[in-house]
């Protein structure tokens, strides 16, 4: 079931016995438990029907055991195990799951990886309770997410911004929710849209000097502008490194390619073929009459070349402003 699909039913009073909570990415895992914890139960019937264990610490039987336990003066009972992928025994909870109580929810918090689907354990607890399979979001579904999550809470954004903020903390969902809280608590009274101003501002991302637009001087064939860039670039290494810069071009460039490559070339179509907002499609048309595919081709080659040799391979002393100056000049000059 989708993180959304739970969030509506918890919110609707709708409980499962149990929560097999599972995968790679942490936020979904915790946003689930956090509002069973908060929302379950009222503070005063917490002392009683609250139980917290640790994957480390308890076993099977002691899960097992708090979990068949009936609630005092309360609907339900909440029994969360944190760090349950540490649950050395946690097949054993089968016979729990094969016939779990309904007056209690239990939180199996799985991290970093998932139950075995293939074992009676997974399969009873997608039978009598609910599973969430939380993959980590890909780069290119981070700015989508950041707009959803503004949408529920009454904001916007603008699509050059929510891929700026992408560009410069990728896919931590966690350290992301917590610069679009600051965000929205420093817009003026009564305005709801977040643009790149308010993030140059409060983030300490230049709107001027960043990848995005780096990749429109190239574009452009502006050299002033993309030296600039590769200037400031220089000078501010520990917010700008290279690889991050060469990672970015090189998502970038590729999409180009395909988008060369692609029969329908459509703003609707081809923004599902690159996986990227419709906005950016005018952009990414421009770049392909600039450079078409033999010379995008050529510019993805010299990315994964200056990538190795930002790595030390083939490279005896140039540092990260001069590779990227060399590079730069190179695909202007292409």
Not at 266 to 285: D, N, R, V
Not at 320 to 326: A, D, N, R
Request: aromatic share 10%.
């Amino acid at each position: 079931m989708s993180f959304e699909k739970i969030m509506t039913d918890l919110k609707q009073k709708k409980f499962a016995p149990i929560y097999l909570l599972m995968g790679e990415e942490p936020y979904f895992i915790d946003k689930i438990s956090e509002y069973l914890v908060a929302n379950l139960l009222k503070e005063e019937e917490k002392a009683f029907n609250q139980t917290i264990l640790y994957g480390k610490e308890a076993d099977a039987g002691a899960i097992t055991d708090a979990a068949r336990r009936f609630p005092m003066m309360s609907q339900y009972q909440l029994v969360l195990v944190r760090e349950a992928q540490n649950i050395k025994d946690i097949e054993n909870l089968v016979y729990y799951a094969s016939n779990p109580l309904k007056s209690t929810v239990l939180v199996l918090s799985h991290k970093y990886k998932n139950l075995d689907k293939r074992k009676k354990l997974y399969k009873e607890i997608e039978k009598h309770g609910l599973v969430l399979e939380s993959k980590k979001l890909y780069d290119n579904k981070i700015p989508d997410w950041i707009a959803q999550h503004l949408k529920t809470r009454g904001f916007e954004i603008q699509p050059t911004a929510a891929v700026l903020l992408t560009e410069y903390l990728g896919n931590d969902l966690l350290k992301m929710e917590k610069e679009l809280e600051k965000l929205t608590l420093t817009l003026p009274e009564g305005s709801r849209l977040i643009d790149t101003r308010h993030i140059e501002e409060n983030i300490g991302i230049s709107k001027e000097f960043n990848t995005i637009e780096l990749q429109r001087a190239l574009v452009e064939k502006d050299s002033l502008k993309s030296f600039r860039i590769v200037d400031y670039f220089g000078k501010n290494q520990k917010n700008n490194p290279l690889t991050v810069t060469l990672t970015s071009l090189y998502f970038f460039f590729n999409r180009v390619f395909l988008y060369a490559m692609l029969k329908d070339k459509s703003k609707e179509a081809a923004a599902a073929q690159l996986k990227i907002h419709p906005f950016f499609i005018g952009e990414y048309k421009k770049a392909a009459q600039v450079y078409p595919p033999r010379k995008t081709y050529q510019i993805i080659r010299w990315l994964r070349e200056y990538d190795l040799r930002s790595k030390g391979v083939n490279n005896a002393s140039a540092g990260p402003e001069e590779l990227l100056k060399e590079l730069v000049y190179k695909i202007i000059s292409i």
